[in-house]
C-alpha cells in the first residue's frame, strides 16, 4: 500500500512541448496527499477533524511549452493515493510491516550535511 513515504519520495517525469500537468499544483496536491496519509499512519481516524482526501478525477492546469509532469503517470499515482486513503477512510488501519521500513534510519544526505554545517547545527 502506498505510504507518505512513497508519495514524498516519488519523482514525476517531466515533460516539455507536449502535454502535461502544471508542476507547482501537483506538487501541491500530493502534500496534501503525504499530510492526509501521514495523519493514518499515525493513527488518525476516520470522520471531520481527518484531512481532506484527492478527488478522482482531479484536473490540474495544462502545460505544453513549458515544462510539466507527465499526465498519465500522474493520473497513475493518484489513483494509487486514492485507493490508500479510501482504504483508511473506510476503517483500515496501516499495515505495521510498512510503518516499520519508514522509521528506519536513513543515512544522512548531501542535502541535508550542507543544510546543517549552514546553520551550524553540532553533528549528531
Same mark, same amino acid.
Given at each position: =500500500?502506498?505510504?507518505?513515504? $512513497?508519495?514524498?519520495?516519488?519523482?514525476?517525469? &517531466?515533460?516539455?512541448?507536449? $502535454? @502535461?500537468? +502544471?508542476?507547482?499544483?501537483? #506538487? +501541491?496536491?500530493? #502534500?496534501?496527499?503525504?499530510? !492526509?496519509?501521514?495523519?493514518?499512519?499515525?493513527?488518525?481516524?476516520?470522520? &471531520?477533524? !481527518?484531512?481532506?482526501?484527492?478527488? &478522482?478525477?482531479?484536473?490540474?492546469?495544462?502545460?505544453?511549452?513549458? /515544462?510539466?509532469? $507527465?499526465?498519465?503517470?500522474? $493520473? +497513475?499515482?493518484?489513483?494509487?493515493?486514492?485507493?490508500?486513503? /479510501?482504504?483508511?477512510?473506510? @476503517?483500515? /488501519?496501516? +499495515?505495521?510491516?510498512?510503518?516499520?521500513? =519508514?522509521?528506519?534510519?536513513?543515512?544522512?544526505?548531501?542535502?541535508? /550535511?550542507?543544510?546543517?554545517?549552514?546553520?551550524? #547545527?553540532?553533528?549528531?
Amino acid at each position: =500500500m502506498l505510504t507518505s513515504k $512513497d508519495v514524498l519520495t516519488k519523482t514525476l517525469t &517531466p515533460t516539455q512541448f507536449r $502535454d @502535461g500537468y +502544471d508542476e507547482r499544483e501537483v #506538487d +501541491d496536491m500530493l #502534500d496534501q496527499v503525504a499530510a !492526509a496519509l501521514r495523519y493514518y499512519e499515525q493513527g488518525g481516524r476516520p470522520g &471531520p477533524q !481527518a484531512p481532506a482526501s484527492p478527488t &478522482p478525477g482531479r484536473r490540474f492546469a495544462s502545460t505544453k511549452l513549458r /515544462r510539466g509532469y $507527465d499526465v498519465r503517470e500522474v $493520473d +497513475d499515482f493518484l489513483n494509487q493515493a486514492v485507493e490508500a486513503l /479510501r482504504y483508511y477512510e473506510q @476503517g483500515g /488501519r496501516p +499495515d505495521q510491516q510498512a510503518l516499520a521500513s =519508514m522509521v528506519e534510519s536513513q543515512p544522512e544526505g548531501l542535502g541535508q /550535511r550542507a543544510l546543517r554545517w549552514l546553520r551550524g #547545527d553540532a553533528r549528531s
